[in-house]
């Protein structure tokens, strides 16, 4: 019902920055926040930035400074530009939406299938 496709990982020098998008695609009436999540080897997902439709951003007191998550309603698509990277930021980043599809009359949350971002010292 709601896919969502992620693009703009890689592997990337420390100090260096990459961008990252995230493109909802499918019967969706309405998406009421979007995000990014990383995932680090044998560490627990954890939020990376998230924007809601209202505009309220919120970040991980790690990434403060040098990510910003924007978006874009129109296209359904958000994006995380990623600056100043360190090799501690080297995960697979998931984004993560939280959206109503067709002839479904509550949110659910959608996630994709993820994209490697690696960050050398």
């Known amino acids: 019902q709601v896919q969502l496709v992620e693009s703009g990982g890689g592997l990337v020098q420390a100090g260096g920055s990459l961008r990252l998008s995230c493109a909802a695609s499918?019967?969706?009436?309405?998406?009421?926040?979007m995000g990014w999540y990383r995932q680090a080897p044998g560490k627990q997902r954890e939020l990376v930035a998230r924007?809601?439709?209202?505009?309220?951003?919120n970040y991980a007191d790690s990434v403060k400074g040098r990510f910003t998550i924007t978006r874009d309603s129109a296209k359904d698509t958000v994006y995380l530009q990623m600056s100043s990277l360190k090799p501690e930021d080297t995960a697979v980043y998931y984004c993560?939406?939280?959206?109503?599809?067709?002839?479904?009359?509550?949110?659910?949350?959608?996630w994709g299938q993820g994209t490697q971002v690696t960050v050398s010292s």
């Open positions: 499918g019967t969706i009436v309405s998406i009421n926040a």
């Open positions: 924007i809601t439709n209202g505009g309220y951003i």
């Open positions: 993560n939406a939280d959206a109503r599809p067709l002839y479904i009359s509550e949110y659910k949350t959608y």
